[in-house]
């Protein structure tokens, strides 16, 4: 009895086999292969502060983040202006693109060349930041990954 048990399961994985291989074989290899992350903040800018917050964005952000690119922290940055946007949503978003995610100590470093490239405290770049609210708010932020086909 123990000897047919046996032979139905050999009979039963080598009728099965070449239906299950392509399967493995398939899902070994996934289509898509992980590329670059891209942060994307939603800002929505008030009545009458266009001209204002265009001014910051030309000058300050674009140094900071040309600064992050000569560090190879960033691969890329864009400004992209949402031109038909619906009630609710941003009029603007901020997107910098980077191959990896620093760790704690490694964020911890870029803040201290950060503050010493700006030239000012923490407590005064927040502050800044806070003053912009005049014109602009932050609405949204996402994290998102672009993956490629092999």
Known sequence: MKMITQMKMAVAMVVTLPMALPTAVHAQEFPLVAGDYSEVAGIFVKDGGAYKYATHLATKWVD???FAK???W???YKILINEYPRD???TIYL???FAKMADAAEGERRNKEYDAYMKSSVEQQIAESGNRAEYRTVQ???LLREYKVR
């Open 70 to 72: 000569s560090k190879g």
């Open 88 to 90: 609710g949503e941003p």
């Open 140 to 142: 949204s932020s996402m």
């Open 95 to 97: 997107m910098t693109t």
């Open 74 to 76: 960033i691969s890329d």
């Open 64 to 66: 900071v983040q040309e």
